[in-house]
């Protein structure tokens, strides 16, 4: 059989969409994508006036549901937490660096944009983040893929943009990076860097029996159970906080040889107050991911117990 692999049309999910293809067709199985337009696609609006990035999930989702395509490649950054009953979220491949990058003109970083530098961004959590670095930079709302971001900084119309240092590696792009953010101190999206892969429950469950779905061995093959981990400990955060998609909230995870740690900030709306946790772990490769989401739940609840709730508007996950 074919596997048809549902993806946006914009030049980052094409590439995304691409990779996967390549590493399914390298298993053996032939591949084709289909090109599902969302509503993220066609709406000019910011993103939290039309409903956060869940926009673009939705008409992935329903296709995938409706049988249009076997298999659905998310950015995680971008998959509301909140499941779908029916489809499932069976496979994380090996994840990219999750660290936001500064694009400026004339080779900038952060500290040296001159005072009131016009810098884009079309998220809440990260347009906290610099007007709580640089309270006197001119923080504006934009729209449109990567290489339209990119060029409101090169055309002039804009000193800096921030963006995923992964859609831009893979798109090829990081030339265009003066600097990269550190995690520490700059906790991105939950899940940044990691791609999801979605397929109905039912392929799913058919890996228990003794005719497993292509699409089922596929993902189960690309899996990287450490990413699939920690990415999922980082979504458990903002799913215990009852957080949608347009929260100003940084989640980041470090795994290392004998602990796993998980850190995260909740931001005021447009920047002011901050609220940080920390919480560290001793775990070695075997208790790994069930050490994660134990963490991940005792992060939400320091979180929670600190006030994040009346600091953000958290509430109506998506």
Do not use: Y
Not at 27 to 50: K, P
Not at 106 to 134: F, H, K
């Amino acid at each position: 059989m074919t596997i048809r692999i549902g993806t946006r049309g914009s030049a980052l999910a094409l590439a995304q969409a691409g990779w996967v293809a390549a590493a399914i067709e390298a298993q053996g199985e032939a591949c084709e994508l289909v090109v599902v337009r969302t509503e993220g696609d066609v709406s000019a609006a910011s993103l939290a006036q039309i409903g956060g990035t869940g926009v673009f999930a939705g008409a992935l989702r329903r296709s995938l549901a409706a049988g249009g395509c076997d298999l659905v490649v998310h950015s995680l950054k971008d998959l509301p937490v909140l499941p779908v009953p029916g489809l499932v979220v069976a496979g994380v491949p090996t994840r990219e660096d999750a660290r936001d990058a500064l694009c400026a003109r004339d080779g900038l970083t952060l500290d040296t944009l001159p005072e009131g530098a016009v810098v884009g961004t079309g998220s809440p959590r990260r347009r906290a983040q610099l007007v709580e670095r640089r309270p006197d930079l001119d923080v504006r709302d934009l729209r449109g893929n990567v290489d339209t971001r990119l060029a409101h900084v090169t055309e002039g119309r804009l000193d800096a943009v921030v963006l995923s240092l992964a859609g831009l590696t893979r798109l090829g792009r990081t030339e265009a990076v003066t600097e990269v953010l550190p995690l520490e101190s700059w906790p991105t999206a939950a899940g940044q860097g990691a791609l999801g892969l979605e397929i109905r429950a039912d392929d799913a469950a058919s890996l228990d029996g003794a005719a497993p779905a292509p699409v089922a061995l596929a993902v189960q093959r690309l899996t990287d159970p450490v990413a699939m981990a920690a990415a999922g400990a980082e979504r458990t955060v903002l799913a215990r906080l009852e957080a949608g998609c347009v929260a100003p909230i940084g989640v980041a995870s470090a795994i290392e040889a004998d602990r796993v740690v998980l850190w995260a900030s909740v931001h005021e709306p447009g920047g002011g107050r901050r609220l940080d946790r920390r919480v560290e772990r001793a775990a070695g490769a075997a208790e790994r991911a069930a050490v994660l989401a134990s963490a991940a739940d005792r992060l939400a609840d320091e979180l929670l117990e600190a006030g994040a709730a009346a600091l953000a508007p958290l509430g109506g996950a998506a």
